[in-house]
């Protein structure tokens, strides 16, 4: 009995408040606290604040539910307001525990004053939600009405998440299949961007519009928008590399394969090394245009990490212009026709054949001094009405660009090879030299102009506190770059 008289009080049963608190989602809980930092940022007017909110997004989007999202936006926006009504719809019902929730955390933090920042980014969070869980329509939808209101809002926070919200805008139509509906739209909304000088903006609209031109095979109407476009300073580096990629697929298909090849590898070098498939496309239309200039491509590209078996047929179509062999260019070129016709690449294809024939011709040329015409048709495997003629005149334009150093006997139907000299006795060791001093440069200047200094740094004398907020500033920075947007590509 004594135990009993001596026992403590039990402690008072969780109130409802509490309860309802411990059930909160986590996911909730980090949209709450991304959405205080979009708040901060946007009363201090601190962009990098708000692209920090939008990096850590990324980590949350597979864990979007509907009941999380609809719990998000009564906490975020006004009940009753446009924007929730507008968003809510998109949203299936949630079950009745969610929405007491949703109701205890909406009378928990309740919204002084609604700012364009969060209401664009409850936007972005339910057009990610749908896109994931594959409602294009619905997304398509949910995208024009966003763009309808980042019409009316002109603020330097809000620009980082409307880039992102162009970006999945146009993501919406392409995976609907409307990708040229919206080209009108674009073409305004970069004339908005330009106009209040919102340069992320400018870069993004420009790469959507390129993308969208080039999926239905407008270059001349690309490299004109292109050329007169304003030109700035890259303020992302995944849209500059996409933009990089789209100027190598246009100046590609304009035969100015020099200029495509310095763009396709570059875009390929800044890549970030999570966006495997853009580095993919890259590298498919780099070997292409390498191919095209006469040059072999290294093993090495082919045997990346990640990107044997994406290669593969390219692989083995460098091994086919590589030898000359032109049978073997034809049976590669249809065992992977649906897969270059996927990759858009067959026009470029249908190309390489006057390559293959050029490579067989100088492989012959070296090996023979003097082979006779119907010889040279016969290894070219020539499949035509009059072989020794079409190698004839083959011969002749490939001599009279300079590929084959060696003379035709018409009257005998001879080629007859000249002797070869000694090649570090011409200019061609100083040229190739002269191509890798100057690529090596050009890397350290865009080195240089890419590096970035917080500004007025040589003036500002802070105090201790400030250099550590400062370093403490820059090291997330730098956790976060490797993986900024590589989901974007």
Request: charged share 25%.
């Amino acid at each position: 009995m004594t135990q009993d008289v001596e026992m403590k009080d039990h402690p008072p049963p969780p109130t409802p408040s509490q309860l309802v608190s411990s059930a909160v989602p986590p996911t909730l809980q980090h949209l709450k606290e991304i959405a205080s930092l979009i708040e901060t940022g946007s009363y201090t007017k601190e962009v990098r604040r708000v692209a920090r909110a939008l990096r850590l997004t990324k980590s949350l989007r597979r864990k979007l539910t509907a009941p999380v999202l609809s719990a998000f936006l009564d906490f975020a926006l006004v009940p009753g307001s446009q924007a929730h009504a507008q968003l809510s719809v998109y949203l299936p019902k949630e079950d009745e525990h969610m929405e007491v929730d949703t109701a205890t955390s909406a009378n928990q933090a309740p919204v002084k004053h609604l700012l364009p920042e969060l209401e664009i980014y409850c936007y972005l969070l339910v057009l990610l939600f749908l896109i994931d869980q594959k409602k294009y329509n619905e997304a398509k939808a949910c995208s024009s009405a966003s763009i309808v209101r980042l019409k009316n809002v002109n603020r330097r926070t809000v620009d980082v998440i409307a880039s992102r919200l162009y970006f999945y805008y146009s993501y919406s139509y392409e995976l609907a299949g409307d990708l040229a509906e919206i080209r009108g739209n674009l073409l305004a909304l970069h004339r908005i961007a330009t106009l209040r000088r919102d340069e992320l903006g400018q870069e993004t609209l420009l790469n959507l519009l390129l993308r969208n031109y080039l999926h239905y095979n407008l270059y001349d109407q690309a490299e004109k928008l292109r050329s007169k476009a304003p030109r700035f300073e890259a303020h992302s580096n995944q849209q500059f590399c996409r933009y990089l990629f789209y100027l190598g697929k246009i100046r590609t298909i304009q035969l100015e394969y020099t200029d495509a090849k310095e763009s396709l590898l570059q875009a390929a070098r800044k890549a970030p090394v999570a966006a495997k498939g853009f580095r993919i496309q890259c590298n498919k239309w780099a070997v292409l245009v390498r191919l095209l200039l006469g040059e072999v491509p290294e093993r090495t590209v082919f045997m990346q990490k990640g990107m044997e078996k994406a290669l593969k047929p390219y692989f083995e179509l460098t091994n086919a212009v590589r030898i000359g062999d032109l049978e073997l260019f034809r049976n590669v070129a249809e065992k992977f026709a649906a897969t270059f016709s996927a990759d858009g690449t067959q026009n470029l294809i249908v190309r390489l054949r006057h390559n293959v024939i050029r490579t067989g011709l100088r492989n012959i040329s070296i090996s023979y001094f003097r082979i006779s015409l119907a010889d040279v048709a016969e290894k070219l495997r020539l499949k035509s009405q009059n072989p020794v003629a079409d190698a004839e005149s083959l011969l002749a334009k490939a001599i009279s660009d300079g590929a084959v150093d060696a003379t035709l006997d018409h009257t005998n139907g001879w080629m007859v090879s000249k002797e070869t000299g000694d090649i570090y006795s011409t200019n061609e060791p100083q040229i190739a030299f002269n191509s890798r001093i100057a690529f090596c440069l050009n890397m350290h200047n865009e080195a240089v102009r890419a590096l970035q200094f917080p500004p007025n740094t040589h003036k500002e004398e802070g105090s201790a506190e400030k250099r550590r907020e400062r370093q403490q500033q820059e090291q997330e920075l730098a956790k976060h770059i490797a993986e900024e947007d590589d989901d974007d590509f």
